[in-house]
């Protein structure tokens, strides 16, 4: 997941099935750093699939899951509120 293949490579597959990519990392992730992000979006752009990547400054790795030291209820609670609006935009269509 640190890299953005084998999503990045995917994305053709993603966008010809009519896929939508949320993504939401936090901007000090070191799991994946902000270039492979930006090669990610790059990847999903020059495929045409509908994507929204969302990056939380300040927030590191794990930030959505609470039992954990990373975890940021700010973050936590902005994440869940786009995934909720994405899965109601998706059931309205």
Do not use: C
């Not at 997941?1 to 939401?24: C, D, F, N, W």
């Amino acid at each position: 997941l640190s890299q953005p293949e084998p999503t990045g490579t995917l994305s053709s597959g993603i966008a010809k099935h009519g896929g939508r990519v949320l993504y939401m990392v936090g901007d000090e992730d070191h799991v994946i750093t902000s270039e492979q992000t930006d090669k990610l979006k790059e990847y999903l752009a020059s495929a045409g699939v509908n994507h929204e990547v969302i990056r939380y400054p300040g927030v590191k790795h794990g930030f959505f899951a609470d039992v954990r030291d990373t975890y940021d209820a700010t973050a936590s609670k902005a994440a869940w509120e786009r995934t909720l609006k994405i899965l109601q935009e998706t059931l309205a269509d």
